[in-house]
């Protein structure tokens, strides 16, 4: 623990020098480097040119494009957006306008085919003429600016100058002029580390950059003000890539990273050095790794209902800016089974030719640590990952300690996602008794976590890497959750270990109670398999045609038992969702808790018993 203690110290030290570098940008010069050219947002012609030329030996490439003009056809049939909101957000309208630009626009960059740019200019002064773009749900607005400026720089010498002014007057009226303003007053996001404040950051640096010659004194304050803001949450990826709000937040905030650092670089020469903070080299790691041989994600924090990994654009400029060809193959494996994007050709990187070496254990040692092992990389591998962190985090859940298991192709153990976010009071109160916590998804109750008496982790509570060791027949990890447990024990620890040559794992819990004999600990995993329960101590899960067993190895009195994770409306229903329970009843002091899972592979016996240690020898 010493030497991640010094590495993390050296990380924090490395990325202050560079988000001072990054603040010293200065407003009234920050223009000077202004390419005045179009178009000059990410994709030059220059680089197009050069794509269309790879492009004629490139098979990749050229499935790449096909899946972009495939994407602009289908935007050819689509209806006139229309500013309808769903709940409080005008996003799904937002977004839609930026994936018919991006695919429009390219695919008349491509191809020279007016059909393409007169679909792409009439969206974009549809958008241009609405009322607002929602500026009290943010997110809209900036995605909405990001669309119409780099449809306006990719369309520049499409359009006429009328066409341009209308363009340009929307986007100052709905997108910049409310910019300038949020960063006058502080606005929240500005000031936040999580996804907002890169999606609101680079949505309004796309913007005004694309009108930067005509109207600078936009672009002055929301460029200067953007290179301040940037490394709050860019810092966050330190020191090694992993995001706090999960993998399927990963993707929202580091496309929106790309887009904005891109556009700075395309268009001024630089990004300030944001690209030097710590961490976000590493970013494009964190996917490939908390993905399992499911398909599907560690899938922590508000991540979707059985959120699986797809193609991301954002990881081919991450390959390229920081010359990872690692994490570019890992995005070719991807848009060989799902389609491509623009982003994909924007930024595309060819396949290395090299084999890459992949670990089987890795530990992201962020703000959210997360530990993950397998027996190998191939589909039917076991893999498993498990969470610490604290519960306060953006989008977080009370699920230190949660872990999520696949094998023989099947997850086991699951984490059931995010809610709707239009529920009543799902992002209030975020003490104990908040409301946020009464929805089943996002309380502890849901989760593959122990649960003292019913209750919740604490909505402060904190978990803490304490040992991760890799690399070993039996890689483990050690988490302190003391602090999600403090109202029933004065020590809590949670350690998961692949046993049986990585064949099996065993997910132990240790707690020092302190409350008088009497208390009930249940552990908990959360899966769609079928559960038959065989004997007090031996249950075993069916699904998709394979099997696995669990049992209790410790305590001797534990019994298993099975309940039902469905829930009635307006909460989604989890149908045919279970629980595997371990009830250790009239528990007091000392409590140790050792559970095996086995999956039934081919020629396996998994052990009925073996010999237990205390977390602290691990």
Partial sequence: ??????????????????????????????????????????????????????????????????????????CLRKRPLVHKKIGPRLLHVSRDCLRRTYSLALAWRWTGDKKYADKAVENILTVCAFKDWNPSHFLDTAEMSHAVGVGYDWLHSYIDEATRKKIRDGLIRNGMELGVAGYNKKHWWSRSSHNWNQVCNSGLVVGALAIADTDPKYARTIISEAIKSLPRAIKTYAPDGAWSEGPGYWHYATRYTAYGLAAMDSALGTDFGLSKITGLSEAGLFPVYTTGPTGMYVNFADSGTRARRGSMGCMFYLARKFNRPFISDAEHAMIAKRSATSEHVMWYVPPSGKKATRD????????????????????????????????????????????????????????????????????????????????????????????????????????????????????????????AYKKAASKATRGLKLVCNRKAVLVQDEFELTGAKGSEIKWAMTTDAKITIKSKDLAELTLDGQKLSARILAPSGAEFAVESAEQKSPQKSNKGVSRLLARVKNAGGSVRISILLAPAWRGFQPPAAMPLEPLAKW
């Avoid at 990054?22 to 390419?35: E, P, W």
């Avoid at 220059?46 to 972009?68: F, G, H, N």
């Fill in 1 to 74: 623990m010493r030497k991640i203690l010094a590495a993390v110290v050296l990380t924090i030290t490395i990325a202050a020098c560079s988000i001072a570098q990054a603040r010293d940008a200065d407003k009234a010069t920050v223009l000077s480097t202004l390419d005045k050219t179009r178009p000059r947002l990410m994709l030059k012609d220059a680089d197009l040119q050069k794509l269309k030329t790879r492009c004629k030996s490139d098979p990749i490439l050229q499935k790449c494009v096909a899946d972009v003009i495939k994407s602009a056809d289908s």
């Fill in 360 to 483: 089987l254990d890795r530990l992201f040692r962020g703000s959210v640590p997360v530990a993950l092992f397998r027996s190998g990389w191939d589909p039917d591998a076991l893999f498993v990952g498990i969470k610490a962190g604290y519960n306060q985090v953006n989008h977080g859940h009370l699920d230190l300690g949660n872990f999520e298991m696949d094998a023989l192709g099947v997850r086991w153990s699951r984490d059931l996602g995010s809610d709707n976010y239009n529920l009543p009071g799902y992002w209030s109160g975020r003490n104990d008794n908040g409301r946020r916590w009464k929805y089943y998804r996002l309380n502890s109750q849901s989760h593959s976590v122990p649960l003292i008496n019913g209750d919740n982790q604490a909505a402060a509570g904190k978990a803490s890497i304490l040992k991760f060791q890799a690399s070993k027949p039996e890689p483990f990890v050690t988490i302190d959750l003391t602090s």
